[in-house]
């Protein structure tokens, strides 16, 4: 079956530190790769998106490269800040899969000034 | 504007009452979901409707009960409320099938304390 694996959590860096969360997946086919976000007390929305192998997403300072031959979509960000203290999701999407997409367990950054 | 809304926000109700959540999109989309999220912010889908009708059915209690009147609206209803439906419930809409590599939106969410 699909899924998804990330990185467990909580992740606790000081302002301006380098952040990764690692990402990797199984999946029966090609899937489209995401990282979703949710800030404390909304729902979540998208952070960046890759469709195919080697793509890049990015957006906010944040990075991640769709990685077929590790099967894997780490996210990446050079400085966080304090603002970026949130829950990030993993997900992956695959024509076959019946509609369904598939949701890491979230890691929970938390980043002190 | 807000894309997908959804009420109430919070819902402080006793074991064994019957409860509705309202969800409404005005993106246009053609799909909407209801998402659980539990309280370590595991989140399972529970029901997909595209054009009205229902293409997923998670492993979801039958006390659990979505209605689809249109494409902008997914309704959740639930009967007999138990402990353990306390979560965060969360709509969500997305431009033909998420499996297609469409981007879901998400409501705000509406969290569920069952007493």
């Known amino acids: 079956g699909n899924s998804v694996t990330q990185m467990e959590g909580p992740v606790t860096l000081s302002e301006e530190a380098f952040l990764t969360i690692n990402c990797t997946y199984t999946?029966?086919?090609?899937?489209?790769l995401f990282w979703y976000v949710q800030y404390p007390g909304e729902g979540l929305q998208l952070l960046l998106k890759?469709?195919?192998?080697?793509d890049k997403g990015s957006n906010k300072g944040f990075e991640a490269t769709y990685r077929k031959e590790t099967t894997s979509f780490h996210l990446e960000k050079g400085s966080v800040q304090v603002s970026d203290s949130a829950v990030y999701f993993c997900a992956l999407s695959l024509n076959t899969n019946a509609g369904k997409s598939t949701f890491g367990d979230g890691t929970t950054l938390t980043v002190k000034p | 504007d807000t894309a997908v809304s959804q009420t109430p926000k919070y819902l402080v109700t006793q074991m064994g009452n019957d409860k509705s959540i309202k969800c409404e999109q005005n993106l246009g989309h053609d799909t909407m979901y209801w998402y659980k999220q539990d309280s370590k912010k595991f989140l399972k889908i529970m029901f997909s409707y595209n054009n009205k009708e229902l293409i997923i059915n998670e492993t979801v209690p039958n006390r659990f009960s979505p209605k689809s009147p249109d494409k902008a609206h997914l309704n959740l209803h639930i009967n007999s409320l138990e402990l353990g439906d306390s979560a965060v419930y969360f709509c969500?809409?997305?431009?033909?099938?998420?499996?297609?590599?469409?981007?879901?939106?998400f409501g705000e969410g509406s969290w569920l304390t069952v007493v």
């Open positions: 999946a029966t086919g090609y899937p489209s």
């Open positions: 969500a809409s997305s431009q033909g099938q998420a499996s297609s590599g469409n981007t879901i939106y």
């Open positions: 890759a469709t195919k192998a080697d």
